[in-house]
């Protein structure tokens, strides 16, 4: 199926440049805070971890079907969360925590969450409408959707890193 090819490319090129990012830190400023009101590296990564984590099961729990276009909100979320210019406040169960974070465990994790997520694109039927939790702001999402969230979320905290790395190494 070419979607299928698609989005499992698509999330294989977000994670990897988003692990690459985190990898480019080394240890003694993963944990540092790089300028007032920022987060470190490592909690960008634990947020993501947070955020990602659920994703695979949701993906696997009741579904519908849909009454419009599996990818009908892809374009507003990509949008949205492509906009750099915006800051956004994060849902206090994805906030990371303020402890020190290693950065091995981060990136096992991550590529855990990463198979789990390729895997459940492959074989799943992503035109299905995801009942048991809603987006804020754009309410149910197909599996799609979800995955595609999870891209440009993904993304968009690459970009965060490579600014915090800037900020710090410059």
Not at 85 to 103: E, G, V
Request: some cysteine.
């Amino acid at each position: 199926m070419l979607m299928t090819k698609s989005i499992t490319t698509d999330i294989d090129k977000a994670t990897h440049a988003f692990m690459q990012a985190i990898a480019a830190f080394p240890p003694e400023i993963f944990n540092r805070i790089p300028f007032e009101g920022s987060w470190t590296a490592a909690q960008v990564a634990d947020h993501i971890r947070k955020a990602m984590v659920g994703v695979p099961g949701l993906l696997e729990g009741p579904t519908a079907v849909g009454e419009r276009p599996a990818d009908e909100k892809v374009g507003p979320i990509r949008d949205l969360f492509m906009d750099f210019t915006t800051r956004f406040q994060s849902p206090d169960f994805i906030l990371p925590t303020n402890a020190q974070l290693d950065k091995e465990e981060l990136l096992s994790d991550l590529e855990d969450i990463t198979a789990q997520l390729m895997n459940a694109s492959e074989l799943l039927d992503l035109t299905a409408l995801c009942t048991s939790s809603e987006l804020p702001g754009f309410g149910q999402l197909s599996r799609e959707e979800w995955i595609r969230f999870s891209i440009y979320h993904t993304r968009r905290h690459t970009h965060q890193l490579n600014n915090i790395y800037a900020a710090i190494i410059h």
